[in-house]
């Protein structure tokens, strides 16, 4: 019987949310391209739509997307509901801290703010962060990746980088952009898969981000 498989994904098209001061995603027609052929040009940052950072997106001297085993990116995890969260507003640690005992050695942990609805709006730059002591105690938890289905695991809007710094320099993977994780229920396992593009030294990449139940 076939896995169902839960899409994670947010699309990569025009009108699409960015970062601030990151390339503009452009999707064209390739030109010279003669029908019936059909070739399409993308212009993409490493940090565009659902996508994976690397130590190297923060941290000098860190690895590259290229130098972590393929491992890294397939592992088993849980979300956790942050609830009704308002704009700009730092995430406590004691939504999750309890569930952390259940979480697999070196899993994933994903937040669930809702605010994905807010993809392609304005809205979407004002999303909620994680705050200083979710950070610490993430950073000091068994988990190898912290995934939001918001812009930025840290404050976009007060331009904070301490989640950044914190996460990636303990070795803990970042996935932002995630979508629908509504449709997973909240401390329960799953099985992840946040494969990267083979994108030699470079700091991040596009992801297709799915989860299943085993």
Known sequence: MAKLLF???QPVQYGMSFFPGDP????????GVEPPWRVT??????????????ASHFIPHG????????SRFLLQGMVVSAGNLAEDEAIPADLFTEMLASMPEGGALLIQTGWDKFWGQERYLHHPYLSEQCVRVMSAAPIS???I???NVDS??????????????????????LARLNQLTPGMIYSFSFLPLLLPGLDGSPVRAIAWEE
């Open 7 to 9: 899409d994670l994904n």
């Open 24 to 31: 503009v995603p452009l999707i064209d027609p390739a030109e």
């Open 41 to 54: 040009q993308l212009h993409l940052g490493t940090h565009t739509g659902t996508h994976i950072d690397a």
């Open 63 to 70: 690895l590259t997307i290229d130098h972590y085993p393929l």
């Open 145 to 147: 990746l912290v995934g």
């Open 149 to 151: 289905d918001a812009l």
């Open 156 to 177: 976009t809007h007060r331009k904070t980088t301490h989640a950044h710094q914190h996460l990636l320099g303990n070795d803990i993977l970042i996935v932002e952009n």
